[in-house]
């Protein structure tokens, strides 16, 4: 059966992109935001995962304001990036793997949740930039389910609904008979808001609770918020950390914090960085 062995959750800032190209790791704007990655690396690379299936929000690529699903996973056997304005560099497609995808698909309707099924999906930075941070160097052999959660067009999913989202697809990887070894990914956050009136609020106070909130086995101090006060609460953008949500629903249970790091800001965001084991599935590869 495929195993769960890790989540992680990253912020997702196009110019990230930039500094990778760049190669920026030791700029002093910089430096405190990358120092956070290589202690991930160390822990998540001997793990030599299979797949990662990445909960994160399309800004305006493969979807757009015209037609904006709630949820949309992934079918493909590949997956291209491709600029959704920001004039950043691109990247290799990513692996797909189907199989995976439709069981995730089966079992997520099974539970209740009505989704959009994607054969042909292009994935924007909110999904490839945590795949490069996590990945500097992509393994041949890893593959991608990327799970696509309305942040954008209202109204969104509640906090509650995407993490039990998180649990449904997680209880379907688990029981995929394949003996495949895969790491959840939860993309965007943590505060910030791009436009209007408050753009470039941040909330630390509430980054901290989240943080607390998603490495504890009870998420209710975000939960418990509708999206109107956790767009009060962390920005418009900040709303993204309900896909941080649904990878720790997909962990389940009790999880140990292998590493956090969370720096001011970056762009207009509060980059935050956390990775988490569940407890009792660690068996390195
Ligand atoms: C920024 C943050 C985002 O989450 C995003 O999708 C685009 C830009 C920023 O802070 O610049
Ligand atoms: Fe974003």
Redesign the pocket.
């Known amino acids: 059966m495929a195993t769960i062995i890790g989540g992680l959750g990253t912020?997702?800032?196009?110019?990230i992109a930039n500094a990778i190209s760049k190669r920026l790791y030791d700029d002093p704007y910089w430096e405190r935001f990358f120092a956070g990655y290589p202690p991930v690396h160390d822990w998540l690379h001997p793990l030599e995962a299979d797949v990662a299936v990445v909960f994160y929000n399309d800004?305006g690529l493969n979807f757009f304001l015209d037609a904006m699903p709630t949820f949309a996973v992934g079918a493909a056997l590949e997956y291209p990036s491709a600029d959704e304005g920001?004039g950043i560099g691109q990247v290799t497609p990513f692996a797909g793997n189907p199989e995976l995808s439709w069981h995730i698909i089966e079992g997520a309707m099974a539970a209740g949740f009505d989704l959009t099924t994607c054969q042909e999906m292009r994935v924007d930075?909110?999904f490839w930039i945590p795949m490069e941070l996590f990945y500097p160097v992509r393994p041949a052999k890893l593959q991608v389910v990327p799970i696509h959660i309305n942040t954008v067009q209202h109204p969104l999913p509640t906090a509650g609904r995407c993490e039990a989202f998180g649990a449904a697809v997680g209880d379907a990887i688990r029981s995929f008979s394949e003996d495949l070894r895969v790491v959840v990914i939860g993309s965007?956050g943590l505060s910030?808001q791009?436009e209007g009136e408050r753009a470039g609020f941040i909330n630390r106070e509430f980054d901290e609770l989240c943080f607390d909130a998603l490495a504890s086995s009870d998420r209710s101090a975000i939960t418990k918020h509708s999206i109107r006060d956790l767009i009060e609460l962390a920005g418009s953008?900040g709303v993204?950390v309900i896909n941080w949500l649904a990878m720790r629903g997909a962990l389940g249970g009790e999880v140990t914090e292998v590493h956090r790091n969370y720096h001011i800001?970056?762009?207009?965001?509060a980059a935050g960085l956390l990775a988490l084991e569940p407890v009792g599935v660690r068996q390195p590869a």
């Open positions: 912020s997702h800032v196009p110019a800004h920001w930075h909110g965007g910030h791009l953008q993204e800001p970056i762009s207009n965001t």
